[in-house]
């Protein structure tokens, strides 16, 4: 398989990437550590009146500081199981696997009910990705999906395009109709 990325110089990718998802009414933005982008989603929530956030895929540690993040910020950060608080997520804040900068889409794991309930019930997500994995398009990261899907006995992978939206309702768009309302994506540059 080829590597198209390694093609692509990462400064490239990051503007393709940003391009078209806010081409898809995403919101995006560089962010320098985790740290960062655990503040961006508080002040978010607090802009947009929220009090709670939900936090999937994260290190025991990395969601202990997101936790005193928002105890200091007057909120509360939800835990598992997310199912308990599904009409009370307002943030959802999680890692991505890859950002495709031909539709400015987010591919991420989603066997976990709880990332399938944060992503799907918040009214804004938040996600983190790594500008080393933001590839041209789906043929590029096709082996790495055929490995996981051959691995792992459970796996669903979840494709974000923006946020949720529907024609459905007598042909006019509707915005987070099925999903978040507001999709905000934060690239972290690779050291």
């Known amino acids: 398989m080829i590597n198209y990325s390694a093609h692509i110089p990462s400064e490239q990718l990051i503007r393709n990437m940003k391009s078209k998802a806010e081409a898809v009414q995403a ?11 655990f503040s961006y989603a ?11 956030l939900a936090a999937t895929g994260f290190t025991p540690q ?9 105890r200091d910020a007057g909120l509360t950060l939800l835990k598992p199981p997310l199912r ?3 009409d009370a997520i307002h943030t959802a804040v999680t890692p991505v696997s890859w950002g495709l900068t031909d539709t400015g889409t987010l591919v991420l794991p989603s066997a976990d009910e709880d990332v399938r309930l944060a992503t799907m019930l918040a009214d804004t997500h938040v996600a983190y990705l790594w500008a080393s994995q933001i590839r041209p398009d789906t043929d590029s990261i096709q082996a790495e999906l055929d490995h996981i899907l051959k691995t792992e006995a459970t796996t669903y992978m979840a494709f974000i395009t923006g946020p949720s939206r529907t024609a459905d309702i007598e042909r006019v768009l509707a915005i987070g109709v099925h999903g978040p309302q507001d999709l905000h994506i934060l690239i972290r540059k690779d050291r």
Do not use: F, P
Not at 28 to 37: F, H, P, Q, W
Not at 62 to 70: P, V
């Open 27 to 37: 919101v995006v933005a560089e962010t320098a550590s985790l740290e960062n982008t």
């Open 84 to 86: 308990d608080h599904g």
């Open 42 to 52: 508080i002040e978010i929530t607090r802009q947009q009146g929220g009090r709670n």
């Open 62 to 70: 990395q969601r202990d500081r997101l936790d005193a993040l928002c």
